[in-house]
C-alpha cells in the first residue's frame, strides 16, 4: 500500500521530466544563439567582401558617363550589384537607354524570385516586408537561407542586407569621386572590373549540370549576336536563354506533383523558433 505522500497530487508534473524539459529547452535555446551569432559573422564577411566592389561600380559608372549624383542614385535605389554593372556596362558601350534599361531590369527579376523563397523563412509583418524588399539581395539570400531556425535566418538577413546597403553605398562614393582622378581606367584594371564581379557571383552557382548548361548557351548566344546585333540586344537574349533552360530545368525538378525537393530552412515547416 503505498503512502498519501507517494501518491502525486492532481496537477503536478514529477520533478525527473520537469527538469528533464528544463535542460532540453535550455539545450535548444543556446544552440540557436550559436547559430544566431555565426549568423552574423557569416554576415559581416560577407558584407566586407562584397561592399569593396562598390569602388569599382563607382568609377566605371563615372567613366561611363554618369556623374556622381547619378551614381548614387543607382546604388541607394535599385541597389542590386549585377543590374547596375549590366547598366553601365550598356550605357558605356554606346548601347540605347532602353537596352540599357532592359537589361538591368532582366537582372533584377531574380530579386523577385529570392522574395518568394524569403517570404515564409523570414515570416515578417506589414512594413517590414517592405523594408525587406530593399534588402533582398544575391547575398542576404545566400546567408539566409544558409540557416536553420528562424532567428538565424532573420539575423544572417538582416546583418548581411544592412551591411552590404551601407558599405556599397560608401566605396560608390569613394569609387565616383575618384573616378575621374584615376583616368584610364585600363591602366588600373577597372575595364575588367564588371566582368570580375559576375564572374565572382555566377562561379559557385556553376555546381550543377543545369547552370552550366545555362551559361553555356547564354554565352554561345552572346557571342553570336555581338557582331550583329545593337549594344545591349545580346545580353538581353542571354538573359533570355538562362530564364528558358532555369524554368524548364525547375519544371523537371518538381515532377508531375508540382512539389517542390527542396526542404523549409529548419526542416520543420511552420514552425516558429523566435
Keep these: 500500500m503505498s503512502r498519501p505522500d507517494d501518491v502525486p497530487r492532481p496537477g503536478a508534473e514529477p520533478d525527473a521530466p520537469a527538469s528533464l524539459d528544463a535542460e532540453v529547452t535550455d539545450a535548444v535555446e543556446h544552440a540557436v ?21 562598390g569602388i569599382s561600380f563607382g568609377a566605371l559608372s563615372v567613366v561611363a558617363g554618369l556623374d556622381v549624383a547619378q551614381t548614387m542614385a543607382l546604388s541607394l535605389l535599385m541597389f542590386s550589384g549585377g543590374s547596375q554593372f549590366a547598366l553601365i556596362g550598356v550605357v558605356g558601350a554606346g548601347g540605347a537607354p532602353g537596352a540599357a534599361i532592359a537589361t538591368a531590369g532582366f537582372l533584377g527579376v531574380r530579386n523577385a524570385l529570392y522574395g518568394a523563397q524569403l517570404g515564409p523563412l523570414l515570416a515578417l509583418r506589414s512594413w517590414h516586408k517592405v523594408v525587406a524588399a530593399q534588402f533582398t539581395i544575391d547575398e542576404s539570400t545566400a546567408v539566409a537561407t544558409a540557416q536553420r531556425s528562424r532567428r538565424a535566418v532573420r539575423a544572417g538577413f538582416w546583418w548581411t542586407g544592412v551591411g552590404i546597403f551601407v558599405l556599397w553605398n560608401a ?12 583616368g584610364d581606367p585600363r591602366a588600373w584594371g577597372l575595364d575588367a572590373a564588371a566582368a570580375a ?12 549540370r543545369a547552370m552550366q548548361l545555362a551559361a553555356a548557351a547564354a554565352v554561345l548566344v552572346a557571342v553570336l549576336l555581338i557582331p550583329v546585333a545593337p549594344g545591349g540586344v545580346p545580353v538581353l537574349a542571354a538573359a533570355a536563354v538562362a530564364i528558358v533552360i532555369g524554368q524548364v ?9 508540382g ?4 526542404p523549409p530552412a529548419d526542416g520543420r515547416p511552420g514552425k516558429e523558433s523566435s
Design 33 to 53: 544563439e550559436d547559430e544566431v551569432r555565426a549568423a552574423v559573422r557569416q554576415a559581416v564577411s560577407v558584407s566586407v567582401a562584397t561592399g569593396l566592389y
Design 171 to 182: 566605396m560608390t562614393l569613394v569609387g565616383a569621386l575618384a573616378g575621374d582622378a584615376l
Design 197 to 208: 564581379a559576375f564572374l565572382a557571383l555566377l562561379w559557385p552557382r556553376l555546381a550543377a
Design 249 to 257: 530545368d525547375a519544371r523537371r525538378r518538381r515532377g508531375p506533383s
Design 259 to 262: 512539389g517542390s525537393s527542396v
